[in-house]
């Protein structure tokens, strides 16, 4: 499957508005989908200001989803409540209902982590918090090579954290620079 992600720009904002609202995606993205809202959440990471960078999925080429990611180092408090050190996290979401059940979360998930791992060489893994009860991210993690290594409820101020969570992490091969 031919995945390929472009950096998030203000002209997406439209459709990354509807993505979060939609409702396959608001019970676990639980963020306000009004265009002001997502103005304020991503304008400043797509004006440089904040260090999480924003891309819009591409898959087959057809704007599928959006992902993101960041140096945990970057966010001590999430970092803190992971209990990760070394690492990247990454979070993503399929906007487009006809494309959930096709793969294409899987490949995206699949090469957003290996491009991640190039993208910060002194690292030691991606690691991706999920809720408990949204299977489809989590069994797409699974599928690409990541580990379970927690269970249980997060100590993250922020309240879209809120109830049972998984961490997933992907190690960097040994020796390598991507992921194997």
């Given amino acids: 499957?031919?995945?390929?992600?472009?950096?998030?720009?203000?002209?997406?904002?439209?459709l990354l508005s509807m993505?979060?609202?939609?409702?396959?995606?608001?019970p676990w993205w639980r963020e306000d989908?009004?265009?002001?809202?997502?103005?304020?959440?991503?304008g400043p990471a797509v004006d440089g200001a904040d260090p999480t960078e924003m891309f819009v999925a591409v898959v087959e080429g057809r704007d599928v989803g959006y992902a993101q990611r960041y140096l945990l180092d970057d966010y001590p408090d999430w970092s803190a409540a992971l209990g990760v050190t070394d690492a990247a996290g990454i979070d993503y979401l399929i906007g487009e209902a006809d494309a959930i059940g096709t793969g294409a979360g899987s490949a995206m998930v699949d090469a957003f982590s290996a491009a991640t791992l190039e993208r910060y060489p002194g690292i030691d893994c991606v690691?991706?918090?999920?809720?408990?009860?949204n299977r489809r991210s989590w069994r797409a993690l699974e599928r690409v090579g990541f580990e379970r290594v927690f269970a249980g409820?997060?100590?993250?101020?922020?309240?879209?954290?809120?109830g049972p969570a998984?961490?997933?992490?992907?190690?960097r091969p040994p020796g390598g620079a991507g992921v194997a």
Avoid: C, G, K, N
Avoid at 2 to 13: G, I, Q, W
Avoid at 19 to 26: D, E, R
Avoid at 33 to 42: G, L, M
């Fill in 1 to 14: 499957m031919d995945v390929s992600f472009r950096p998030l720009t203000r002209a997406d904002f439209p």
């Fill in 19 to 26: 993505w979060i609202a939609a409702p396959h995606v608001a």
């Fill in 33 to 42: 989908a009004s265009p002001d809202a997502v103005e304020r959440a991503y």
């Fill in 127 to 133: 690691a991706v918090a999920v809720q408990q009860a």
């Fill in 153 to 162: 409820t997060l100590a993250s101020p922020d309240p879209s954290d809120d």
């Fill in 166 to 171: 998984y961490l997933y992490v992907r190690r």
